[in-house]
C-alpha cells in the first residue's frame, strides 16, 4: 500500500486530495497514480515504466488536463481553464487528443490503440515499439522481448548458462561477469557461452573454440601457456631446440658435430699462391732475362713479419729470397723451366702441399734452323725445336715431353695430404712411396696409406678423427 496526493486547478482554485489503498483503474481515491503500470500492463523489468492515462472515475475520458506522464489529456480554448479537471461533459471548447506520436503499438490513453502489431511480435510498454520473440534453440530464459521462453519442470528447475536448455543442476561454470552476487548463475547474463581466455594463449576456451595454437616445432600447451619441451634424446651437446643447451664440449673434443662431441680438426695451414705470370707464359730471351713472380700469402698472419721469408727456385735449384709479395728471378736461361717458391720459417722451407707453388715458363731465344742443337734446353722433361717465325727468321720453341711421370726436382711431382712425391734423379720420374709406412704422417687421427697413381703412387693421409 502507499499513500498519494492528486491535485487539480477548477475554475482558478487549486483543489488537492491524499489517500490509499489498492490499485484501481479509474478510481482517483484508490492508491493509483496516474503513469503507474496497471494489471495486464507488459513488464520490461528495470526500465522505468510511465503509460499516460486521461480516465475519469465514471469511465469517461478528460478532455483536458495533465496526463500523469507530463503531458496533456487535451486542448482548451484560449483563455479557458480546464473545467472540473476535463471531466465536465458541458466543457465544450475543450477536446481529447491521444498520444500515439512516435508508437506502433499500445494504448493511447484514451480507450483507443496506437496499432497493432504484426503477427508473431509483441507489444513493449511503454514505448509502444513491436518487438519479434528469440526462442530458437531455447527451452527458457529470455525471448528477448521482456517474456520467456519457457519454464524448466520441477525436477530441472534452473537453465544452464552456455546452452539455454533444462538441466538437472544449477550452473556451476558461468564466468564471474555472469555470476549475480547470490553465487548463482544469471540467466539472462549467461545467454550464451562466454569464452574464457584470460591468461591463456593457448587450448579450450570453454565453448569449443580455442585460445589459440603453439608455433615452435618442440612447443605443447600446457595449462593455456606455450612450453617448449627440450630435446637432448641421444646429443651430448647442441642446442636443445628451446634455446638451452644438451652441454658442453671440452677437452680433445671440443667440437659439437650433430650432437656428439668430436675432435677438431687441425686448422688451415699457412698458403702461397703464385698468381702470375700465367703458366705456359713465352718470354724472350736477352742477354739476361729477368721474370718477377708476383705472390699471395695467406693463413700467416701477420705477413711480413721476422722470421718468415718466401725461398724462390729454378727448377728445383735454389735462387733466391724474398720478404714481400714479389719475387724477380734475375736470369732465366732459355728454355722450359719450372719457377718454384717456398714458404720458409727461421731458413727452413715447409714441405707440406699448401706451402708450395710453381709455374711453367718458356724462354725463347733465336736459332739458325731446324735441328739446331743450340735450342737443347739440358731439361729432360721437355721438348724443344727450331721453328721458323718469317722472314727466314727461326727461334728455339719448348713444349712437354710425352712422359707425364717426367721430373727435374720434387717441385715437378704431386703433393697429396701434406707430402710431396720424390723425383728419381736416374729415372726422371716421380714417385711417392712403397708401402704404407712410408707414408706416416706422424699423426694418429689420420689413415695413411701407399697408393697407386698414373705416375708411380703417393701417399695418402686421411683424416679419421682421434677415438
Known amino acids: 500500500m502507499r499513500a498519494f496526493c492528486l491535485c487539480f ?32 500492463d507488459a513488464d520490461v523489468g528495470e526500465l522505468p515504466v510511465c503509460i499516460p492515462d486521461c480516465t475519469c472515475p465514471d469511465g469517461s475520458y478528460r478532455t483536458c488536463g495533465p496526463d500523469g506522464c507530463g503531458g496533456t489529456c487535451g486542448i482548451c480554448d484560449p483563455g479557458i481553464p ?29 480507450g483507443g490503440e496506437c496499432g497493432t502489431c504484426p503477427d508473431g511480435e509483441v507489444c513493449i510498454l511503454p514505448t509502444g515499439r513491436c518487438c519479434q520473440p528469440d526462442c530458437n534453440g531455447k527451452e527458457c530464459w529470455d525471448d528477448g522481448c521482456g517474456g520467456t521462453c519457457g519454464t524448466c519442470p520441477v525436477e530441472t528447475p534452473t537453465c544452464v548458462c552456455t546452452t ?54 618442440q612447443e605443447q600447451c600446457i595449462d593455456g601457456k606455450c612450453i617448449c619441451i627440450s630435446d637432448c634424446d641421444g646429443k651430448e651437446c647442441g642446442d636443445d631446440g628451446c634455446g638451452g643447451s644438451c652441454g658442453a664440449c671440452e677437452g680433445a673434443k671440443a667440437l659439437c658435430v650433430d650432437g656428439k662431441c668430436v675432435e677438431p680438426p687441425p686448422p688451415p695451414k699457412p698458403s702461397l699462391n703464385i698468381l702470375s705470370p700465367p703458366d705456359g707464359t713465352y718470354f724472350k730471351a736477352g742477354e739476361t732475362t729477368p721474370i718477377t713472380v708476383e705472390l699471395e700469402v695467406t693463413g700467416w698472419e701477420p705477413w ?23 719475387y724477380t728471378f734475375p736470369d732465366v736461361p732459355p728454355g722450359m723451366r719450372t719457377l718454384n717458391c717456398q714458404l720458409a720459417e727461421w731458413g727452413v722451407g715447409l714441405w707440406y702441399c699448401e706451402a708450395v707453388d710453381s709455374v711453367s715458363i718458356k724462354v725463347t731465344k733465336s736459332c739458325a734452323g731446324p735441328g739446331d742443337p743450340s735450342c737443347d734446353d739440358g731439361n729432360d722433361c721437355s721438348l724443344e725445336a727450331c721453328v721458323k717465325i718469317g722472314d727466314g727468321m727461326y727461334e728455339c720453341h719448348f713444349g712437354n715431353s710425352t712422359d707425364p711421370c717426367c721430373c727435374t726436382s720434387k717441385f715437378d711431382c704431386k703433393c697429396y ?20 709406412a712410408d707414408c706416416d704422417d706422424g699423426n694418429p687421427c689420420t689413415m695413411d696409406q701407399c697408393v697407386k697413381e698414373s705416375c708411380g703412387t703417393n701417399c695418402e693421409n686421411t683424416w679419421v678423427g682421434c677415438k
Open 82 to 110: 480546464c473545467p472540473g479537471g476535463g471531466c465536465d461533459p458541458d466543457a465544450l471548447p475543450c477536446r481529447y487528443e491521444g498520444h500515439c506520436e512516435g508508437k506502433e503499438c499500445g494504448p493511447d490513453g484514451a
Open 9 to 40: 486547478l477548477v475554475s482558478g482554485a487549486l483543489l488537492c486530495g491524499c489517500g490509499s489503498g489498492s490499485k484501481g483503474q479509474g478510481d482517483v481515491t484508490s492508491d493509483w497514480v496516474p503513469g503507474d503500470l496497471r494489471p495486464g
Open 417 to 436: 695430404t701434406g707430402k710431396w712425391q720424390y723425383c728419381d734423379q736416374t729415372t726422371s720420374s716421380c714417385g711417392g712411396c712403397i708401402a704404407d
Open 164 to 217: 539455454s536448455s533444462c538441466e538437472e543442476t544449477v550452473c556451476t561454470d558461468c564466468p564471474p561477469e555472469c555470476a549475480p552476487p547470490d553465487g548463482e548463475c544469471d540467466p539472462v547474463l549467461c545467454d550464451a557461452c562466454m569464452p574464457a581466455c584470460d591468461g591463456k594463449t593457448c587450448g579450450d576456451n570453454g565453448c569449443g573454440g580455442s585460445c589459440g595454437e603453439c608455433e615452435g616445432p
Open 304 to 326: 711480413p713479419a721476422a722470421g718468415k721469408a718466401v725461398q724462390c727456385y729454378i727448377d728445383g735449384k735454389f735462387v733466391g729470397t724474398t720478404e714481400g709479395n714479389s
